[in-house]
């Protein structure tokens, strides 16, 4: 029988794998930022141990730097602290770092693909869940805790126990107006916080491959929401182009490429589970809730919880109203937004700043609210300031800041205030996510600039 | 790690699901350096609610919480489990947890043992019947008791051995020093480094 992508993935990295035990997996690359680290140093110091390959190993800072006045020296004395000691660590063990005002800084998962280093065929982690990412690339990358951030500074190997596989196939071609963040927000919907429990996901079809190289990250990235260990995509030669080029593209390309090549589920192989979804019948989707598995089509309304039938689901639905202070049955596009949030690692990429600035341009956003435009690295913030794309924010009335997390997990003070209600281009609705009583709605940059200009929760099709 | 044979403790019941790990500790609080000090942050917006359970006089003193399913959702966070622990919880029960949480707290020495549903929504009934319930989590026989009720849970024998012997996984690793040797001597050589910088 066949194998999985994800197969062989795997297999290709077991170190030693023994009857009863986890395999033990070589890891290729291992992400680093200042708040899941630090304590893993610590750990190594107390045991005397080194990293095994700091040449396998990359920093930066992001969850908790600031996005305005990046060069003066940082407030709040903790964040200072966090920061530093990940500076102090890099040092010492010989780490690559990029720090704030480096070209390189931003968030850790936009930085790695495109230095080129995140690569098909490869094992990725950094101590964040987010990881899943780089598998938009064909590889296997998760999120891990400090204990095992430390376990691969180490050893450069991880023990973990084989997931399932699971394949979603979004067949058949998105409207205009709908895109990856849609789609991954009604897989969410459909298959819950936990569908993907113990899964490594591929996302397969022709949606899938019509969609870009940054279009499959934002897809992978939100593996994790479904519960997902990982999410991945096979690459072809469209993530072939994308690494040409990049400043860590292997040098003997096509050896490189002939491997990758390889990566593909093979026709006869078994997957633990199947989900087919019509890409047609998608729409512009957004979340109600306070978990990301609680979304619905733009068009739809809050939903009723007397209507659930699942005890559990309706407690949660009650609950949620509660928090983000919806009634059921009110028009999800008659909610007012006092502010919009463009960035994060899911949608803060140079394709997701063009999209939100092609419905932003020349239009001035709503009195109603603040918008904060957060490009998801330095590089991209560049990118975006070459095209122009930063006055058209401005010009709108938008924010533009410095790379980082920034409100996607209010860590700085980029923070929602008690109440207040944002549509963000983020990946958690949880509550108090971007700031303590904040209420979030999860959307795309489409949905977020249109929300922008008219106020309430709208896609560009209603301007 | 501390070795974990057994606890014995009373519990605490936290009827709600989803609870992911910016409930359990909100980002705010992830910025110190060390590994204790979180219990501050444990559930911290829930915690200015008077009627929250944590903050309930009968509970106050729970070692064992016993959560809706879906628990620990969200971040990679370990503070999460640090958070916990420093609280002074031994043990989580829940009907379901999210990988990369059950991963950091077997890793770190907090058991999450998973019954089923209808046993937790038991569980639940008995301790708010009387918070001072006796429950017992023991990882020899892998076994939940209270009362004169006894539940199995399924753990594999693997992270049994460690728990209950204590052991640091690095160690454990490090004694396959040569497998890793080995397997780095044939990793291809068009595998990215981060190392010398490239622009
Ligand atoms: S942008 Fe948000 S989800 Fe992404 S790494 Fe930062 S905090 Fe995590």
Redesign the pocket.
Known sequence: MGKTLAEKIWEDHIVRSAAGEPDLLYIDLQLI?EVTSAQAFDGLRLAGRQVRRPDLTIATE??NTPTIDILKPIADPVSKLQIDTLRNNAKEFGIRIHSLGDADQG???VVGPQLGITQPGMTIVCG???TSTHGAFGAIAFGIGTSEVEHVLATQTLPSSRPKTMAINVEGTLKTGVTAKDIILAIIAQIGTGGGQGYIIEYRGSAIRELSMEGRMTVC?MSIEAGARAGLIAPDQKTFDYIKGKPHAPEDFAAAQSYWETLFTDADAQFDREITLNADELEPFVTWGTNPGQGLPLNASVPNPAEIKDSEERGAAERALQYMGLEAGTPLKKIAIDTVFL????N?RIEDLRAAASVLEGKKISPTLRMLVVP?SERVRQQAMKEGLDKVFIDAGAEWRNA???M??G?NPDQLAVGERSAST???NFEGRQGKGGRTHLVSPLVAAATAIRGTLSSPADL | MEKFVTHTGSGVPLRRSNVDTDQIIP?VYLKRVTRNGFEDGLFSAWRSDPEFVLNKQEFKSGTVLVAGPEFGTG?SREHAVWALQNYGFKAVISSRFADIFRGNSLKGGLLTVILPQSAVEALWVAIEGNPATAITVDLESRTVTYHDVTVAFELDDYTRWRLMEGLDDIGLTLKHTDSIDSFEAKRPSYKPKTLPIRI
């Open positions: 930022h992001d969850h968030v850790v998962h964040d869940s987010h990235n960035g994060s690692c899911t803060g998801g980082g997390c920034s996607c997990l860590m983020s990946n958690r | 980002a971040s």
